[in-house]
């Protein structure tokens, strides 16, 4: 590595250290992706150019942010899974199926390969001497002359001294595992064999993808009516499950029914939708494209995808009553969340079908999509959500359901159930329940540093001071 690389490397990591070191994530999480970001920039500046790494620097950031403001473990993931895929985008622009291996690979790899290349034949040239002296002999002089000066200054050396007494061996622990991690995130090298690997799978894909045209007729002609065959069928087939779901959903459905109905509708698309763009792909990718009457399956295909926006639709009604009778809960989010997703993909599937793009293309689409919709969903505080939703419209909410989500959510129940007219009783139980979460939660916020809290916890602690003024709590 060059000298400035390694300063790079070494001063991120020290950063990194003195952002986690003894600490909680809170407002270092946000910091900690400019760091990465900036320092990926900075070794790298033609990543200012990539179009995609913008892209998932840009989702590094929201998540980090959102975690931030909502608190929400799911934001924490994404930002984790972030920071894999834009260490792996270092590496090719093209092949994104292959980043998660690539990043985990190099997390373990890269440190490693930095040992080897210390340790290789070529550590005894003369340019890596100079390499090492430019670091060993300035360290040296400069501790030599700093142990004078303290000698000197008592001041100097209580300041050292103090320094010594932080900086222990746990320290010095937390620096070398940030470095480590930092490493492979921010250099970003593809393992040699693993590129070969890519190669061989990306000419693959173009053969599969970008057919070239035949001269047996009789093969295309068969493999035309065969087409048509399958997609006729399975439109037919839609078609009638289309009819009977959406005659139960207006005559037939009842609450009872309603738990079973709707997940077996999911598990159907679920099924449907790897079987319809399984059979796209196929025969999308067959020499079938240059048929004279092609536009007839192009046709059928549109059918097929219209209709399972259609059956996508008819699950979203179908979860939309179930949460309206029985609440909000994550599996529910779940599901409007994989349904307007399979929308979106069905719309992409549709666009490359009628713009004759290759399967890769279709794949890559699809992927940046999803990740785009994770964005979205994790910028959401659910569990405040999912509370004032289930006290203010569903007749009966799940109470027990509410406390197992988070604190959050408990305080909130907290807050807004003491605004409502309840007896005595149920006043007095409330307050107490407030006491104990004082005691397991706000009392452990309280003892944090500033840093350490996230936007949410200061939302807690500013919720949890107004009802101690309002009812009084000091007293307890």
């Excluded at 930092?182 to 250099?187: A, C, E, G, N, T």
């Amino acid at each position: 590595m060059k000298t400035k690389e390694t300063l790079l490397l070494f001063a991120t990591a020290l950063c990194c250290t003195l952002l986690f070191y003894r600490q909680s994530w809170g407002l270092n999480v946000p910091a900690f992706a400019l760091l990465i970001v900036g320092a990926q920039a900075l070794y790298k500046p033609e990543l200012r150019h990539n179009r995609s790494w913008l892209w998932a620097s840009f989702i590094t950031i929201v998540s980090a942010l959102a975690y931030y403001f909502t608190n929400n473990s799911g934001a924490a993931a994404l930002f984790v899974l972030s920071v894999i895929f834009s260490s792996g985008l270092q590496m090719k622009d093209s092949l994104l199926a292959f980043l998660p291996l690539h990043a985990f690979l190099n997390f373990f790899i890269a440190p490693v390969a930095l040992l080897y290349e210390r340790i290789t034949p070529t550590f005894a040239t003369e340019k890596k001497s100079i390499s090492i002296r430019m670091f060993v002999v300035p360290v040296l002089i400069l501790t030599l002359f700093l142990i004078v000066y303290a000698s000197a200054s008592t001041r100097l050396w209580e300041q050292l001294s103090s320094l010594f007494i932080k900086t222990d061996a746990t320290f010095i622990l937390c620096f070398i595992l940030s470095f480590l991690i930092v490493l492979p995130i921010i250099r970003g090298r593809i393992v040699g064999w693993l590129s070969s690997i890519e190669n061989l799978c990306e000419k693959v894909i173009g053969f599969v993808s970008e057919p070239k045209p035949s001269d047996d007729q009789l093969k295309i002609n068969r493999l035309m009516k065969e087409a048509l065959m399958v997609f006729g069928g399975l439109i037919v087939l839609l078609t009638y499950l289309i009819i009977l779901d959406g005659y139960e959903l207006i005559y037939g459905l009842t609450m009872a029914s309603l738990s079973g109905n709707l997940h077996a509708s999911i598990y159907i698309l679920i099924a449907s939708m790897f079987m319809a763009i399984g059979v796209i792909l196929y025969y999308f990718s067959l020499p079938v494209i240059y048929h004279s009457h092609f536009e007839r399956i192009k046709w059928a295909v549109n059918v097929w995808i219209a209709l399972n926006v259609v059956l996508c639709i008819i699950c979203l009604v179908k979860n939309n009553v179930y949460v309206h009778e029985l609440g909000l809960t994550y599996k529910r989010i779940g599901v409007y969340t994989y349904l307007l997703t399979t929308i979106f993909a069905l719309l992409i599937t549709a666009y490359k079908t009628n713009a004759s793009l290759n399967n890769w293309l279709l794949i890559k689409a699809n992927t940046w999509m999803v990740y785009g919709v994770l964005m979205i969903f994790v910028c959401v505080p659910w569990d405040i959500v999912i509370t004032r939703y289930n006290l203010q419209y569903t007749k009966n909410p799940d109470i027990a359901y509410i406390y197992s989500l988070s604190s959050q959510a408990q305080l909130e129940y907290i807050s807004i159930t003491l605004e409502k007219d309840n007896s005595e009783e149920q006043k007095a139980l409330l307050l107490e329940q407030l006491k104990n979460l004082k005691y397991y939660t706000m009392d452990d916020l309280q003892s944090r540093q500033f840093l350490s809290l996230t936007a949410e916890d200061h939302r807690m602690l500013y919720q949890f001071e107004d009802l101690q003024k309002k009812y009084n709590l000091i007293t307890f």
